[in-house]
């Protein structure tokens, strides 16, 4: 059996993080190895435990999670942090992803989604709660820095193409490299060089270009 997710809970409500915590340590698959009450204690600590996921909150005293997700990203960029929050602001949004967060999430998601999208955030994975993602998707019309330009489409090769699709509709690497038949290192390989060829920083960033200019082709 693999080692399990190493998960850091930085959130300044104490009555939310332990029962997130309760949450995680009744599953096999996570560990939680630390908490921390803002975003200053949360990078300190993510520093000294290097977790596999960051599960972070927006608004806190201090150093909130916008700069937060700046700072883990540049100084601990091995883990992976996702935004759990009330907030359901586009500009949150934008502004986390943009700085390197891997997924955003509302507190008022179920709770199998929660646990998915931990798990697909520690495989290097993004995830928006679906609430969020027409907002995603609207400060991608509105030119925000970091997104790719129309022309870029032309830069994708065909099989790159056929993977920006499959990424569009939430597929797995490990499920692209089935139906495609290739090795799971190559789709790996692939998806960098998409994310460097249309200049975006993440895989949601990717599916949405895919929507708005017409890659994806509906079922």
Known sequence: MSRPIRVLLVDDHTLFRSGIKALLQRQEDFEVVGEAGDGLEGLKRAKSLQPDVVLLDLHMPGIGGREAVKLLSEEVPACNVLLLTVSE?????????????????LKNIETDFLLNAIRSAARGESVVSPQMTGKLMMGVRMGKEGVAQEDDREKLSPREKDIIALLAKGVSNKEMAHTLNVAESTIKIHVQNILKKLHLTSRVQAAVYAVEHGLVQKD
């Open 89 to 105: 602001d586009a500009e949150d949004l934008i502004e986390t992803i943009r700085a390197g967060a891997r997924g955003y999430l």
